[in-house]
């Protein structure tokens, strides 16, 4: 889909363009010729697929319909933080349209499911997944889920989210199509997305003070070989090996034989670059029939027999992704902190995040940005209450929700 959006067709749905118009960046010239509408260089594309959907739809035969885009989009930002808040960024934005209202929401659902999946299960990130409060929900949608990692310094990152729009953009953009019963009626719709602000995430979650930490689902280099004195004999020629069956044993592997570095140089360089794991193949260990293996999580060094390396670094690295979230999890479950008053909410989002009572007021909301800069988070979908007033107000509280500082 295109990059530039005309204004009016933003203009479109009331609460999205309330919501994006502050963040878009806008195209007024075109050459030497001021333009007669400007163009808003796209912040998201649910107006251009809903243009096009209106076209594209006429009967429930077409139903559902399912796009996924890589792009790039803009978003106007104030300070900015490498890979985590960038004016512009990369993602992948995925958009739905249904004949029904339950189908979209499983849709819905679905989606952050698969996210939820994908940062725990091979980014190693636990996350809190749940729905967003009224204020915080994406512009122009009835319901908003996200997925919320907490950093290292105790802050969130909401790391992707899946919107329900019902028919709000349908209406807008008269989207019908005439279904079985013979009558007219409005396309519920989705969108959801991920963007580069995971690898932020992973930096932030599994990073040291030597470097980068990565999981080993998505390191591009899972063992780094490293021939040790590597002009003795055997050496090279062993390491050639060690490496050629871990490439056999499924692994993404590099042979790093360089010889214009000194091993020490070469054991800070990929440490800092966080391959999982770095295989030291030295005369030594050659005698011994076995490799030196240095994991990066934990720095702890072990040996393996040469004659089963390749699956028993294959292990290990299920093994490191284990630790890694685990490790995470442990963290992050001790800075979440359950909070009955404004006073302890306030301590608790110092360090991490506060799970609380909330009577479902927005003001109690933006009392509480106002006061300790914090905002919430989700509400879980285990919405059992751990008490029953609001911790803001004091009166009757109807959800279980997560506060928390956000990057
Ligand atoms: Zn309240």
């Known amino acids: 889909m295109p990059m530039l959006l005309p204004e009016s067709l933003l203009m479109k749905e009331a609460d999205h363009v309330e919501g994006f118009a502050p963040e878009c960046a806008w195209v007024t ?11 808003a260089i796209r ?59 339950e189908e979209a929401q499983e849709e819905t659902l679905q989606m952050l499911e698969i996210y939820r999946d994908f940062a725990e299960n091979v980014l190693a990130i636990p996350v809190l997944v749940g729905r967003k409060s009224e204020l915080e929900k994406f512009a122009g949608a009835r319901a908003t889920y996200s997925m919320e990692a907490m950093m290292h310094d105790g802050k969130a990152l909401q790391a992707g989210t899946s919107h329900n729009f019902g028919d ?20 519920e719709e989705t969108s959801w997305g991920v963007s580069t602000r995971l690898i932020g995430a992973i930096i932030m979650v599994h990073g040291d003070d030597r470097g980068l930490v990565l999981p080993p689902r998505v390191a591009p ?25 871990l490439k056999a044993a499924g692994l993404r592997v590099f042979l790093d034989d360089r010889d214009t570095y000194s091993a020490g140089w070469k054991f800070n360089e990929w440490e800092m670059k966080g391959v999982p794991a770095r295989v030291e193949v030295g005369p030594r260990d050659i005698e011994n029939g076995v490799v030196t293996v240095c994991r990066r999580d934990t720095l702890e060094k072990v040996q393996l027999p040469i004659d089963s390396v390749g699956e028993r670094v294959a292990a290990l690295m299920d093994e490191i992704h284990v630790g890694l979230f685990q490790k995470a999890l442990a ?26 009572m909330w009577c479902g007021d927005d003001a109690c909301e ?37 506060f928390g500082k956000q990057y």
């Open 221 to 245: 280099i899972q063992a780094v070989v490293l021939p040790i004195a590597a002009h003795k004999p055997g050496v090279a020629e062993k390491a050639q090996e060690v490496a050629d069956t």
């Open 331 to 356: 963290f992050r479950d001790s800075h979440i902190q359950d909070v009955t008053n404004m006073e302890e909410l306030g301590e608790a989002v110092q360090h991490g995040f506060a799970r609380a």
């Open 366 to 402: 933006l009392e509480v940005k106002n006061r300790f800069n914090a905002k919430t988070r989700n509400m879980p979908f285990d919405q059992t209450p751990i008490g029953d007033t609001c911790v803001v107000c004091g009166k009757k509280a109807t959800k279980l929700i997560y």
């Open 168 to 187: 709000n953009f349908a209406r807008a953009f008269d989207i019908q199509f005439l279904d079985k019963d013979g009558k007219q009626k409005y396309v």
């Open 43 to 101: 912040p998201t594309s649910e107006t251009i697929f809903c243009t096009m959907y209106a076209k594209w739809v006429q009967s429930w035969r077409d139903l559902p319909m399912k796009y996924n885009q890589w792009c790039n989009v803009m978003r106007w930002e104030k300070s900015t933080r490498p890979f985590l808040r960038t004016s512009e960024f990369l993602w992948q934005e995925g958009h739905t349209i249904h004949a029904t209202a």
């Open 29 to 39: 010239q075109g050459g030497s010729e001021p333009l007669a509408e400007r163009l």
